[in-house]
T-cell receptor, first 111, second 116 residues
């Protein structure tokens, strides 16, 4: 049973465009939703995270939109840059316990 | 400050051998997690320590896998009788405890294990 479903698997966006990655979760006990960015050969790096009591969180060019009733959340990357090319993972956790990751989205920003 | 460190960065071993993978968490972080990441997949949870004790080991795939954290800092993941299916990147993460900040897990670079 896949608890966090992520789409698309891969995404190509022009430089300056908006990259959007979507996730859905099943367990309503989840109370923490982070996004991680991973470059080849590196460990995942925490990008931005949200709790379910807010519907949106913005940090620079990165925004999480959260829909609790639909059990969905998404990452928006504004003004996408070639340096943003990486694999992005949505994830969910409960009370600081283990993190459940999605399968990842490989993002490629065209120069 | 220093992040999570893992050694070795790469390990090649023969099927049936025993391996140990080490994790040094961020100083002051009391929670430590091990994950395994197969090629093209997201990390999958293995075990979680709070201090010296394993708070959740539900992700360990079988009894060939074991982890310790004897002094509440450094942790070692031990794999006995390795199999080719154990080949993956083994990731370690650590976090503070208490409040929202306890949810933030910081990952090391991983150990790439290859079983031949």
């Amino acid at each position: 049973q896949q608890q966090v479903k992520q789409s698309p698997q891969s995404l190509i966006v022009q430089k300056g465009g908006i990259s959007i990655i979507n996730c859905a979760y099943e367990n309503t006990a989840f109370d923490y939703f982070p996004w991680y960015q991973q470059f080849p050969g590196k460990g995942p790096a925490l990008l931005i995270a949200i709790r379910p009591d807010v519907s949106e969180k913005k940090e620079g060019r990165f925004t999480i939109s959260f829909n609790k009733s639909a059990k969905q959340f998404s990452l928006h990357i504004m003004d996408s840059q070639p340096g943003d090319s990486a694999t992005y993972f949505c994830a969910a956790s409960n009370l600081g316990d283990k993190i459940i990751f999605g399968k990842g989205t490989r993002l490629h920003i065209l120069p | 400050g220093a992040g999570v460190s893992q050694t070795p960065s790469n390990k090649v071993t023969e099927k049936g051998k025993y391996v140990e993978l080490r994790c040094d968490p961020i100083s002051g972080h009391t929670a430590l997690y091990w994950y395994r990441q197969s090629l093209g997949q997201g990390p999958e949870f293995l075990i979680y320590f709070q201090g010296t004790g394993a708070a959740d080991d539900s992700g360990l795939p079988n009894d060939r896998f074991f982890a310790v954290r004897p002094e509440g800092s450094v942790s070692t993941l031990k794999i006995q009788r390795t199999e080719r299916g154990d080949s993956a990147v083994y990731l370690c993460a650590s976090s503070l405890t208490g409040g929202f900040s306890s949810y933030e897990q910081y990952f090391g670079p991983g150990t790439r294990l290859t079983v031949t």
